[in-house]
């Protein structure tokens, strides 16, 4: 598990390379944006100076690495707020969401993929094969499109948008989650609302990974020595439930967290989409609107940390897998 150490420092290395370089890329300057067309080249050019943007581009990349790093991640050129107390505004409801979606795609995959290779029901084996399929094929944003109008259009059972009653009075923000903020404080009102905005989002982004936990899942339990010891285990009279809890579930744990550590980055991703179509105020959108808007530092340091967040999960996932089986690090 050591040897990877090395392999997920150069994955951040190369990452975060990309992202200084794409940023840095974007017609147009960020300090005269900022200023307009009214301000003389001069005042331009000593900002640019201030802000070190006239510098070299490898000097600026290893310069915005050692603040970030160091938690210096700077100021909005838009709005003058640190981008830290940015972070701390709207990374949680991206969390929030993310989490949600994961719990429910993974809950939904997992049951999919370990009842259809029991082979008592084949048309949930089939329903395996669709929510691949549906999941990997059709686009995030066109299953958002199609849950408003089905759920909050044609049946008014959601609200159409955003993360809580305007005119609701929220509870004291203790965790950033508004689901478990309005469950400490025993708020039922507020604990409905957050969960009644929540339902649609986490839906559409959960499709993703029911999609790659089913898949992986399936597929592997599909295997013939998988096969045969099901047909052992049932020959032993053990009943369903026994066969899936005690023993599929375990024989599936390795790659069903591994594809869980895979998609968590899939699932950032697909909040930056889900986020806009239901106008979700998380980091997703504000990142959009910062690289619009030519917000250098807070879309470079932002993005960053989504990518030493994804290594982060990944590498803990390996670590997962190689305490549920051992012997494969070795072969590896």
Request: proline content about 5%; overall charge positive.
């Amino acid at each position: 598990m050591l040897r990877k150490i090395p392999f997920f420092f150069a994955l951040y290395f190369f990452a975060s390379l990309a992202i200084f370089a794409a940023i840095d890329a974007i017609p147009g300057d960020p300090v005269a944006l900022r200023f307009g067309k009214t301000v003389d080249a001069e005042r331009v050019a000593l900002e640019r100076e201030r802000l070190g943007l006239d510098r070299p581009f490898v000097e600026r990349y290893f310069i915005s690495q050692k603040q970030f790093l160091g938690g210096e991640w700077g100021s909005s050129l838009s709005s003058g707020r640190a981008t830290t107390e940015d972070f701390r505004a709207f990374m949680p409801a991206t969390l929030e969401l993310s989490l949600c979606a994961l719990v429910v795609g993974v809950g939904v995959g997992l049951s999919v993929a370990l009842v259809g290779a029991l082979g008592t029901h084949p048309w949930v084996a089939r329903l395996a094969g669709w929510v691949g399929a549906i999941g990997l094929v059709v686009p995030i944003f066109w299953i958002g499109i199609l849950l408003l109008v089905v759920g909050s259009l044609w049946l008014g059972w959601f609200p159409m948008g955003g993360r809580f009653d305007m005119a609701a009075i929220p509870p004291d923000s203790v965790t950033g989650f508004l689901i478990l903020d309005s469950a400490i404080a025993g708020n039922l009102q507020a604990l409905g609302g957050a969960f009644s905005h929540i339902v649609l989002p986490a839906l559409c982004l959960s499709v993703f990974p029911a999609a790659g936990v089913s898949s992986v899942t399936y597929a592997r339990l599909q295997e013939p020595e998988l096969q045969a010891f099901i047909v052992a285990l049932r020959s032993r009279g053990y009943g369903p439930m026994r066969i899936l809890w005690r023993h599929l579930l375990r024989m599936s744990a390795g790659p069903t967290v591994t594809v869980i550590g895979t998609s968590f980055g899939a699932l950032l991703g697909g909040a930056f989409l889900t986020e806009t179509v239901f106008s979700w105020p998380g980091i997703g959108r504000y990142l959009v609107t910062a690289i619009l808007e030519r917000d250098v530092f807070v879309a470079q340091n932002l993005l960053t940390f989504l990518v030493l967040l994804v290594i982060f999960v990944a590498f803990v996932s390996d670590m997962i897998v190689f305490k549920l089986n051992p012997r494969k690090e070795v072969r590896g």
